[in-house]
């Protein structure tokens, strides 16, 4: 069983930036892909960005056109660590940030992952 901790939420105002971690916890594999959705109430969730394992020397990136070049998902060196770098925040920005884990790498359908974390609060004020 993978569990997800995510961390970093918080305010910003239009234009800021904040950084988003998950850490997980609970798997040896080493094929876990990971990616960030995003949710508004009312709404239905929205994939943001999503980071493969590593392939040779490298992980390989995809992202919503919403956030590309503003967002950027990282993986720490362990693997175990993914960040969101998000910059030139925007009120539309502003949504309950999930990370998830699973093995369809680079997917942006949030049913093809199998583990989810709790949440954190973005708000991005105009």
């Known amino acids: 069983q993978v569990q997800l901790v995510e961390s970093g939420g918080g305010f910003a105002q239009a234009g800021g930036s904040l950084r988003l971690s998950c850490t997980a916890s609970?798997?040896?594999?080493?094929?876990?892909?990971m990616a960030w959705f995003r949710q508004v109430p009312g709404m239905d969730r929205e994939f943001v960005a999503a980071?493969?394992?590593?392939?040779?020397?490298?992980?390989?990136?995809s992202y919503a056109d919403s956030v590309k070049g503003r967002f950027t998902i990282s993986r720490d060196n362990a693997g175990n660590t993914v960040y969101l770098q998000m910059i030139g925040l925007k009120p539309e920005d502003t949504a309950a940030y999930y990370c998830?884990?699973?093995?369809?790498?680079?997917?942006?359908?949030?049913?093809?992952?199998?583990?989810w974390g709790q949440g954190t609060q973005v708000t991005v004020s105009s």
């Open positions: 609970g798997t040896t594999s080493e094929r876990i892909a």
């Open positions: 980071i493969s394992w590593r392939i040779g020397d490298r992980y390989y990136q």
């Open positions: 998830a884990a699973g093995s369809y790498s680079l997917s942006h359908l949030g049913h093809e992952y199998d583990y």
